[in-house]
């Protein structure tokens, strides 16, 4: 996943815990190497290398996930895209490199989640485009997090901190007191603009520091207009929490995407989800469930 992850546990019993982790750690792990596109043997490049020509046979699991990917696109309008990645694919955030103007106009077209098609009853993935690839980087953290979680919890514990990046789920509490969470500034990486109290809940952010380069006075990072096949622009940071890591993590791409107002008034129409967005001049907005504490 190209990033830190980390797991905290508690349980009574030190080698039974300390097995959990590593449970978990191999859960990430498989994952990684089923939805990773920069593993060419993962199944995800499988399906970019050959659904166009023909509908494949996916997992039940990579077809869920891309399911739940393309309904968040369908609520999104298209905001959140797991086919941003057919123009993505183009640029190299460590080695500084980015699509011409050429470029971009001669994919744009295939960035569109309608190109790609399930078929329920076969378990299959098409392209209606030949230029199409998909990436479920915006969403698979949070997945995998959530996967851990539901691990440790069926094993029986009670309190746990799991973290893959800017995601994060947390099991109960901290043993008595929330866990608590901070979400990093987004232009000073040792500080945080503010703390949160969790029990039970995920937590995600979406950052334009995470991965990017700057050229000509502008910053070019890794979240992607659909609409343009270009970094976006207007937000430096959204943190999304919630009951489920899958959806907060995917959801945390989203309002990057559709920027402060659009954002917020999206996820004000989602009732167990909450969003702290950090916009261009470095401002902190709110949606309504965390300025009213509700109890
Ligand atoms: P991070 O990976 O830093 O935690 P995000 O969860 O916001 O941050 O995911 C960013 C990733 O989402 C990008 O690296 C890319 O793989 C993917 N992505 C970029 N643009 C889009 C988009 N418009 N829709 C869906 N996924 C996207
Ligand atoms: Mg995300």
Do not use: C
Not at 106 to 135: E, K, M, Q, S
Not at 158 to 173: C, I, P, S
Not at 198 to 222: C, K, M, P
């Amino acid at each position: 996943m190209g990033t830190r992850v980390s797991v905290e546990l508690w349980h009574d019993d030190e080698v039974r815990g300390r097995d959990l982790v590593d449970e978990v750690l191999a859960e990430y792990r498989r994952i990684d190497a089923r939805m990773s596109t920069y593993k060419s043997g993962s199944e995800i490049s499988i399906i970019n290398r050959s659904a166009t020509a023909e509908p494949v046979v996916a997992s039940d699991e990579l077809f869920g996930l891309i399911d739940r990917a393309l309904e968040l696109s369908r609520r999104s309008d298209g905001a959140f895209d797991i086919t941003y990645d057919s123009v993505g694919y183009l640029y190299d955030f460590r080695a500084g490199q980015r699509p011409s103007a050429n470029e971009i106009d001669a994919r744009l077209g295939a960035i569109d989640y309608r190109h790609v098609i399930l078929d329920a009853d076969a378990n299959t993935i098409a392209f209606a485009d030949p230029r199409v690839r998909i990436n479920l980087g915006g969403i698979a953290k949070g997945y995998a997090i959530e996967r851990g979680a539901m691990i440790l919890e069926e094993a029986g514990v009670q309190y746990a901190l799991l973290n893959a990046g800017g995601d994060t789920r947390v099991l109960g509490d901290r043993r008595g007191q929330p866990w608590i969470v901070g979400i990093r500034h987004p232009r000073a990486d040792d500080q945080v603009v503010t703390r949160l109290p969790l029990v039970d809940e995920a937590i995600s952010t979406s950052g334009d520091y995470e991965r990017f380069f700057e050229e000509g006075g502008r910053r070019y990072h890794h979240i992607i207009n659909p609409t343009t096949g270009a970094p976006t622009e207007g937000t430096l940071s959204v943190t999304v929490i919630g009951p489920d890591a899958t959806m907060t993590d995917g959801l945390s791409t989203t309002l990057f995407v559709l920027g402060v107002d659009r954002g917020i008034e999206f996820i004000e129409r989602m009732p167990q989800y909450e969003a702290i967005v950090v916009d261009a001049g470095g401002k902190l907005v709110y949606s309504s469930g965390l300025v009213t504490p509700t109890d």
